[in-house]
């Protein structure tokens, strides 16, 4: 039995759920050890005297009486260089030193900070002493990773002079500046620290116009999610969810990468570790580690520390947005979340909504993606950061209206719905064009304009419409069969297939084919859509169907995507070649004519 | 400490026992339970709320009452005793030998829940295990460290097919120590028994090790048994150093357990009455397969569940799927068409092939020539599809060939003797040698060189 005054006592123990009691001064979302291996756990209930917990690890072997230490903080992580390159499970411990220290399990009550307390950083500062700075602006600079420069902001509700700046090689704990005036003054670390489950202030939201380049066709040019937005993936298994999370954390345009595998396989946790050094990011040149940061916390690892793991994530992309970087944040998979929450809720014998989820599912889910944005940050100037959110959600059985998609359909702003009916044709990604949408594409459609060509949007259209007529007369040619076509329908159908096979889908595997630049996708869908166009002119004109779709010109405008970056012109080339191929049959079928009338 | 005992149940619902006034009990705890006749079981601690225990029993609650029931709370987990002498036994679902033989002298006693294993301390498995089994080799093969479930159908010869990987499992040019772990869960005495026997014919009980839970066994010693037998895979892997194949076999009886459990409890229902954290407790049996790096040993992991109705939106294969690396999806179609091992191909899938084959690790061309069988295959039956509606007459000729080719594909690539053991080689020169009647136009997914090599006359 514990006497100690200072310290609680558990009265109940059921899984992941402890009650403790006598704990002083409990407030909710606080942080407490729990048991002799003190055990990381966070208050999620008051009831009279009776304090809920639920705690991160294992806890098997804790029973009545054993202590419950509070420590009079929130649940929070540890901001400061050394973030990015790091894999953290769920509650931010550093996966490779749990291992260095404890071996190839995860025992329990394991204690590691987040950020080393012994690496050492080169830290320059870029404001002198006596200059006057408020909360985000920035002291000075790191060079994190070859890539990441790691601004160090003015920590949050401190301004004043900066009375001392120190420059030089510090390890995180080290003070590197006292801000204040000449009563009041504080000393500012490195490190810094901030709890999960608050969003990080900023001056002023924005609206999400810039599109974030993911180097997939089907979502750059169909489907685009613009920087600062939020998109989700909903797919059975087996459709390519986590193809498609990996493939957006390998290519988007973003600065920093943070990639949450929430819940999901430890292999392929393993398969991220082992790629991203090899993997060269076709922006800087630099592998892609150097700009990602991971959190895994696998589906056998504690369920609690899964429910943490999204804001553990989201508050350090917050973190980097502040320091005015394009963050794209994915959740792999955000029901595994969302059963975390379930969970607990019915170990708390909450009364449940939709299928055992709790009620409070919806505002969770919301408020999580309204952390997403594209923002002004908190400091004296102008400074832009965003985080863009790309959740995947694994609807049992592939049904779409089960509680955590439709919760999700109703914040997020594109929808990308895989199908596991492409995904057994090959077809990949699985994204199913017809019932996926982006509402950022009028927004985007602008900026294509600027960045690539005024053609894009219309190109974009007539493909999507030609694949909408497609779906129509399918349904005629599975009723009545293909001779009930026009020539004209012909074509479309054509054309439609060309789009499918020759512009969406793409292979994830392929060295060329794994990421399109924006301008390759204009190119490449202009040169697809060239079959369209001249071939219509040419069949107004009377050429037979049967010699248009059998043109040999058509293998090429399939191999068009394997065509490298750097030979782009060799697309603008086989387009050429495309509409004279069909100024021919037209210019053939003329001379011919005019030798039957003659 | 003297083990105190306590004569204190109050509520006996199904196969949990509340019990009052008790001391210093802990959550996970192993319980006995002694029987008013003097029979003594095991259970473990559900929740403890301050003094009252809510304790699951794993044996029978027949003949249990709350007056003489006598509990003794054990101090302890649920531990599994394991020395290399497990090899070649039997073992109940609780691991207590059943095989007549000796006791097993502990070497250690490990937890039977294990330890998450570190993500960061996984070795990517990329292995290529060869099963001669031309549908899993050739188009949806197991690597070392994955975890392949089967998901079958009641009737449906799931056992045989495990039972023959079980028996030619080789992973090319090694010699290591392969062991196979077998776990049954509520299944009948004569599949169990036909395990049994095969691992007796073959002598490869030598090198097994086999946990026995029957359909008339208890049901909630289920939830302990696949606990136990990767309890015992985890020490032959990582601590002997062992290739270690576990086959859980049934996956559905499991769950159905642990509904049950969940039910009594009176806990909310997730879908079809099953609990929520069924996910999270699958999770915790499939994600223990893996390699870890700097370890010689491995565990592969092929569970097998039949699927009620055959249906794979079913929360159990669903929530499999979900955790697993792919799946060998049974079909009743080519089962009842006389076709061993009824492997539906189409569906099926090996999510780790891709980095356990090609060159040097099976051949070049093994990639390509699968995702040709892949497309031709799905071509071909759609076209016989299309004959279905519309008649022989309403294909084209490429079509027609496509038809032929995966009849023939079904006849001689995924149908093969219950003890023919093929090659990977052979298993490829099946594939190209069915590529034959189609016309060299359509095999696009093979490179050029490729058919000059593999296909020349």
Known sequence: MVEDSDVGEIVKVSGPLVVARNLPGPRMYDLVRVGDSRLMGEIIELRGDNVSVQVYEETGGLGPGDPVFPTGGALSVELGPGLIESIYDGVQRPLSAIREEYGNYIERGVDVPGLSRTREWEFKPSVEEGAEVRQGDILGTIQETAVAEHRVMVPRGVSGRVLEIRGGVHKVTDVVAVIGSDDKSVEVTLLQKWPVRNARPVKVKLAPTVPLITGQRVIDTFFPVAKGGTACVPGPFGSGKTVIQHQIAKWADADIILFIGCGERGNEMTEVLLEFPELIDPYSGEPLMKRTVLIANTSNMPVAAREASVYTGITIAEYYRDMGYSVALQADSTSRWAEALREISGRLEEMPGEEGFPAYLGTRLASFYERAGLVECECSGERRGSITVVGAVSPPGGDLSEPVTQATLRVVKVFWGLEDKLAFRRHFPAINWLVSYSLYLDEVEKEWARMVSPEFAKLRTDAMRLLQEESELQEIVRLIGIEALSPRERLAMESAKSVREDFLQQNAYDVTDSFSSLKKQFLLLRCVMAFEYAGSAAIEKGVEIRDVVASPVREEIAQAKFIPEDELDRIEELEKKVRDTMEEFSSRLEVKEALDLF | ?457
């Not at chain 2, 699951?56 to 609650?61: G, L, M, N, R, V």
């Not at chain 2, 987990?77 to 059943?98: K, T």
Request: proline share 5%; with cysteine; charged share 30%.
């Open chain 2, 1 to 457: 400490m003297p083990v105190k005992e306590y004569l204190t149940v109050r509520d006996i619902v199904g196969p949990l026992l509340l019990v009052e006034d008790v001391d210093g009990a802990k959550f996970a705890e192993l319980v006995e339970i002694e029987f008013p006749d003097g029979a003594v079981g095991l259970g473990n601690v559900l929740e403890v709320n301050e003094r009252t225990v809510l304790v699951q029993s794993f044996e029978d609650t027949h003949g249990l009452d709350t007056a003489n029931t006598r509990i003794r709370f054990r101090g302890r987990g649920m531990e599994l005793a394991v020395s290399r002498d497990i090899l070649g036994r039997i073992f109940d679902g609780l691991g207590r030998p059943i095989d007549d033989g000796p006791e097993i002298i502990p070497e250690k006693r490990l937890d039977i829940n294990g330890n998450p294993i570190n993500p960061f301390a996984r070795d990517y498995p990329t292995d290529f295990i060869q099963t001669g089994i031309s549908a899993i080799d050739g188009l949806n093969p197991l690597v070392r460290g994955q975890k392949l479930p089967i998901f079958s159908g009641s009737g449906l010869p799931h056992s045989k097919m495990a039972a023959q990987i079980a028996r030619q499992s080789t992973v090319l040019g090694t010699e290591e120590e392969f062991s196979v772990v077998f776990a049954a869960m509520g299944i009948t005495f004569e599949e169990a028994n036909y395990f049994i026997s095969e691992f007796r014919r073959t002598a490869a009980i030598e090198r097994a090790v086999l946990f026995i839970n029957l359909a008339n066994d208890p049901a909630v010693e289920r939830i302990a048994t696949p606990r136990m037998a990767l309890t015992a895979a985890e020490y032959l892997a990582f601590e002997l150093g062992m290739q270690v194949l576990v086959i859980l076999t049934d996956m559905t009886y499991y769950c159905e357990a642990l509904r049950e459990v969940s039910a009594a409890r009176k806990e909310v229902p997730g879908r079809r009455g099953y609990p929520g954290y069924l996910y999270t407790d699958l999770a915790t049996i499939y994600e223990r397969a893996g390699r870890i790096k700097g370890e010689k040993g491995s565990i592969t992991q092929i569970p097998i569940l039949t699927m009620p109705e055959d249906d794979k939106t079913h929360p159990i294969p669903d929530l499999t799927g979900y955790i697993t690396e792919g799946q060998i999806i049974l079909s009743r179609d080519l089962h009842r068409r006389n076709i061993y091992p009824p492997i539906d191909v189409l569906p099926s899938l090996s999510r780790l092939k891709e980095k356990g084959i090609g060159e040097g690790k099976t051949r070049e061309d093994h990639s390509n020539l699968s995702n040709q069988l892949f497309s031709a295959y799905a071509r071909g039956k759609e076209a016989k599809e299309l004959a279905v509606i519309l008649g022989e007459a309403a294909l084209s000729d490429d079509d027609k060939l496509f038809a032929k080719f995966s009849d023939e594909f079904e006849e001689k690539f995924i149908k093969q003797g219950e003890y023919e053991n093929r090659s990977i080689v052979e298993t490829l020169s099946t594939g190209w040698e069915l590529c034959r009647i189609l016309p060299r136009g359509e095999l696009k997914r093979v490179k050029k060189h490729q058919i000059e090599k593999y296909l020349k006359d």
